[in-house]
């Protein structure tokens, strides 16, 4: 299918680490993204992988990417409440056309 | 550096009324332009994209339209508003096929 897969939900306490995965389609996929977007804004570009990275990290944000999978992770550490927002990924295909987006996760941080 | 400008944030309009929503890029040429729209706080509906002025592919048919009269502005229309045209409008930019950075949006309720 063509649908980038992801989980609708995810509760975590303050200060725990926080996991979002997503399932993409397209093997041949380039770059893949992680999104932001808090309540009422646009989406803002967390962070984004080479598909021949097996991960990056970023400060609290660490990107693990299965290729075999098809299978992408956000891991949030030390998570805080400022993160609570909606989570997309995005895969870029070949050619020239649009990024395809999951349906996001929204993730609630309790304190 | 680039930006992009989306106008008006929010918007009240009656059923029947036309609609024109504007986006506009500034600190690059020839970008790949899109509007998306998202219900209910959730996953985003790709509406339109275009790769150059005049150039202009729909996603879905619906009623809404889309034109490109300059390079780095977009703009999304409708003669006659529905009920079930109410959502959160995106407007985004990218180039090529890599990521997609993306307007603060235009709250439209249809009443």
């Known amino acids: 299918g063509e649908d980038v897969e992801q989980s609708l939900f995810l509760s975590v306490r303050e200060g725990d680490s926080s996991v979002i995965n997503c399932t993409y389609t397209d093997s041949s996929s380039t770059y893949l993204y992680w999104y932001k977007q808090e309540p009422g804004a646009g989406l803002q570009l967390l962070t984004y992988i080479f598909s021949n990275m097996d991960m990056k990290q970023d400060q609290r944000l660490t990107v693990l990417l299965n290729k075999k999978d098809k299978h992408l992770s956000l891991r949030i550490a030390d998570t805080q409440t400022g993160d609570s927002a909606i989570y997309f990924c995005?895969?870029?295909?070949?050619?020239?056309?649009?990024?395809?987006f999951g349906k996001g996760t929204r993730l609630s941080v309790i304190a | 550096s680039q930006t992009i400008h989306q106008w008006p944030a929010t918007l009240v309009q009656p059923v029947g009324s036309p609609l024109s929503l504007e986006c506009t890029v500034e600190?690059?040429?020839?970008?790949?332009l899109y509007w998306y729209r998202q219900a209910a706080g959730r996953g985003l509906q790709l509406l339109f994209y275009s790769v150059g002025i005049g150039q202009i592919s729909s996603e879905v048919p619906q009623n809404l339209s889309a034109s490109r009269p300059q390079d780095r502005q977009f703009i999304l229309s409708s003669k006659k508003l529905l009920l079930s045209d109410s959502g959160f409008y995106l407007c985004?930019?990218?180039?090529?096929?890599?990521?997609?950075?993306f307007g603060q949006g235009t709250r439209l309720t249809v009443v």
């Open positions: 985004a930019w990218g180039q090529g096929n890599t990521e997609a950075f």
């Open positions: 995005a895969e870029a295909l070949s050619g020239n056309t649009p990024l395809v």
């Open positions: 600190g690059t040429s020839n970008p790949n």
